[in-house]
């Protein structure tokens, strides 16, 4: 298991007016590493942060988030960001910078190996099925109210009986919700 002396944080800025503004040299090299072609610097800068979210309820999250360190307080908190071999869970740090303007720092603080989930694998075939992944804890949606870790969703929704994939779109669970405008609140 890798520790967080070992890395460099990923950061961005966003502007006042919300379009991505900087990002570190960091940030390219994790997304060149990590099949992130669609977010390299020359395709989202100057692009507005929700661009990037596709889902309304991650979307209201981070806005609460911007409107508390807007006001002058910095957010932290924790997420995952797994690649289809490896778990692994980062501490984001957004705290306000000059005029209007956010930064995003994250730091990998945990990373270990597993067996390859071809779920997430990018260039895996793809269904036209859609399957919801948390952007904070990574569980997969399979139910209205239930969402399981990836490894027992795909046994659980029985992907590997179709020829392939179906997509993948993030959101997030209500635990992860609720936590974070727990923490936000209590700020």
């Known amino acids: 298991m890798a520790t967080a002396a070992q890395f ?3 950061s961005y800025r966003i502007d006042a007016a919300d379009r991505i503004v900087w990002v570190n ?5 994790f997304a060149q590493a990590n099949d992130g072609g669609s977010v390299l610097p020359e395709i989202i800068l100057g ?3 929700e661009q ?11 806005r609460e988030i ?5 006001g002058g307080a910095a957010v932290s908190f924790d997420y995952r960001c797994d690649a289809p071999n490896r778990r692994r869970t980062f501490a984001m740090t957004v705290r306000p910078v000059a005029e209007g303007a956010v930064e995003f720092e ?12 071809v779920l997430l694998e990018k260039g895996c075939a793809r269904n036209d099925n859609l399957v919801i992944v948390c952007s904070w804890c990574q569980q997969v949606k399979v139910a209205a ?8 969703a795909v046994a659980q929704l029985r992907l590997f009986e179709d020829e392939a994939m179906p997509r993948l779109s993030h959101g997030i669970c209500v635990p992860c ?4 405008m727990a923490e936000l609140e209590s700020n």
């Open 8 to 10: 460099v944080p990923i």
């Open 25 to 29: 040299g960091e940030w390219a090299h």
């Open 47 to 49: 692009m507005k942060w």
């Open 52 to 62: 990037a979210v596709s889902d309304p309820s991650v979307r209201q999250l981070y």
């Open 66 to 70: 911007l409107k508390r360190v807007r």
């Open 106 to 117: 994250s730091l990998l603080i945990r990373e270990e190996e597993r067996p390859t989930v």
């Open 145 to 152: 109210t239930l969402w399981l870790p990836v490894e027992e």
């Open 177 to 180: 919700r609720d936590k974070m």
